[in-house]
């Protein structure tokens, strides 16, 4: 009878016969058709993802907003700075135009003679009279002025003749220079007083007959 050998199954022989029967279970589950990729895609819902900025890189909607925000910091910037460059430019402007206002007023003051003050006498009404008669171009000097009035008065203002021809008539002569009122009406200079006895009207109105009749106060010697 032949003898039959006894199998002795080890430790390795149980882990490795495991090993066997769970790779067969693993291709008996592709075989019977588990869940497919295809299958598994199908199933899962579909979602919107937004775009999300990894930390400290910012997405393209943050840089357009930041463009947009310093586009307007820029023209604000601008603005202001033209307004204040009008500003500026009008207030120079009108420091400019006061400073030649005063600059104007302060040459018409210098420009403007002071007013001449002249000595109440005799030398005083001849050079006053000799300032207007040069304005008014009338001729004449201090010397033919000065020698007339003192043949015709002495130099006294409210001299009067009561006994020539003049005064017969009723028309004296009067004054420095001894004028009669119609040749004072008709030669009056005007600036000065209407009164035939004021000393500067009396000899501007002479000299003023004598440059219409003489040619000049100078050439007269005598009565005229």
């Not at 910091?73 to 307004?83: G, M, Q, W």
């Not at 403007?112 to 009338?138: C, H, Q, T, V, Y």
């Amino acid at each position: 009878m032949p003898r039959i050998s006894t199998l002795r199954i080890t430790r390795s022989h149980e882990i490795a016969t495991a090993v066997l029967v769970a790779a067969g279970s693993v291709s008996a589950i592709a075989a019977t058709g588990g869940p497919s990729e295809a299958q598994t895609t199908a199933t899962r819902p579909s979602i919107s993802v937004e775009p999300v900025a990894a930390a400290g890189i910012p997405t393209a909607k943050d840089a357009a907003a930041k463009k947009a925000a310093q586009e307007t910091a820029a023209k604000e910037a601008a603005a202001k700075k033209a307004v204040a460059a009008r500003k500026a430019t009008a207030e120079k402007d009108a420091a400019e135009a006061r400073s030649e206002k005063q600059a104007a007023n302060r040459s018409t003051e210098r420009k403007a003679p002071a007013p001449k003050k002249f000595a109440n006498n005799l030398d005083g009404w001849i050079r006053e009279s000799l300032d207007i008669m040069k304005k008014k171009n009338i001729p004449g000097s201090y010397e033919g002025l000065h020698r007339n009035i003192m043949r015709e008065s002495s130099g006294n203002p409210n001299a009067v003749n009561d006994w020539d021809i003049n005064a017969r008539n009723g028309i004296p002569s009067k004054g420095l220079l001894q004028v009669i009122q119609p040749t004072f009406d008709a030669y009056h200079v005007k600036g000065t007083p209407k009164k035939l006895t004021d000393p500067v009207a009396n000899i501007t109105a002479a000299a003023n007959y004598a440059a219409d009749r003489y040619g000049s106060i100078d050439n007269v010697d005598s009565a005229y």
